[in-house]
């Protein structure tokens, strides 16, 4: 409730677009070729983890932002 509509909104959307990236993959068989190749499965888990870089640098990012913000009202 704290950030609105939109926010919960932009959340859902980005929450069903993954579960239809995941049925897809699944449909097309591509999740049998990477539980198989551990090229394709090292890959993947690659790409996971240089996402989850991303995310955590926009999080301290945001909270630079949110302090830097902060400090400048007081």
Do not use: E
Request: charged share 10%; proline share 0%.
């Amino acid at each position: 409730m704290r950030h609105g509509f939109a926010r919960g909104d932009c959340a859902t959307f980005g929450l069903v677009l993954g579960l239809w990236t995941q049925l897809l993959v699944v449909a097309v068989g591509l999740g049998a070729v990477i539980a198989t190749s551990a090229l394709a499965f090292a890959a993947v888990k690659r790409l996971g983890v240089a996402y989850l870089a991303y995310l955590v640098y926009l999080g301290i990012r945001q909270m630079a932002g949110a302090a830097a913000a902060d400090g400048a009202r007081c």
